[in-house]
Nanobody
Framework: QVQLVESGGGLVQPGGSLRLSCAAS????????IGWFRQAPGKEREGVSC????????YYADSVKGRFTISGDNAENTVYLQMNSLKPEDTAVYYC????????????????????WGQGTQVTVSS
């Protein structure tokens, strides 16, 4: 049974940092891409940062470039999202997701391109 379990969310002041974790288990074949998404109230789910092993590179949304970093620990089957210089507009539920197939020409980071999802973790940036 495939599972993606996020943790690390919480309440942080503007300018602060958080590190989200996503523990993956149950995959019988390797996924091609893994990413972080977020959904704020009243807004569509959007891709924040995604990594494609097939393409060999990483995508960051313009709104988080220079502030967020995606990384992974293969031995622990865990993916992280380090979030620095957080802003109130970063407030959202953050989801981890895995895509079983990715095109080699680009890094997928649209929600419709992903097959498995975690339950989400709330991040609130407020003073």
């Amino acid at each position: 049974q495939v599972q993606l379990v996020e943790s690390g969310g919480g309440l942080v002041q503007p300018g602060g940092s958080l590190r989200l974790s996503c523990a993956a288990s149950g995959f019988t074949v390797d996924y091609d891409a893994i990413g972080w998404f977020r959904q704020a109230p009243g807004k569509e789910r959007e891709g924040v940062s995604c990594f494609s092993s097939r393409h060999g590179s990483t995508y960051y949304a313009d709104s988080v470039k220079g502030r967020f970093t995606i990384s992974g620990d293969n031995a622990e089957n865990t993916v992280y999202l380090q979030m620095n210089s957080l802003k109130p507009e970063d407030t959202a539920v953050y989801y981890c997701a895995a895509a079983m197939w990715a095109d080699a020409d680009s890094v997928p980071c649209g929600p419709w391109e992903y097959d498995y999802w975690g339950q989400g973790t709330q991040v609130t940036v407020s003073s």
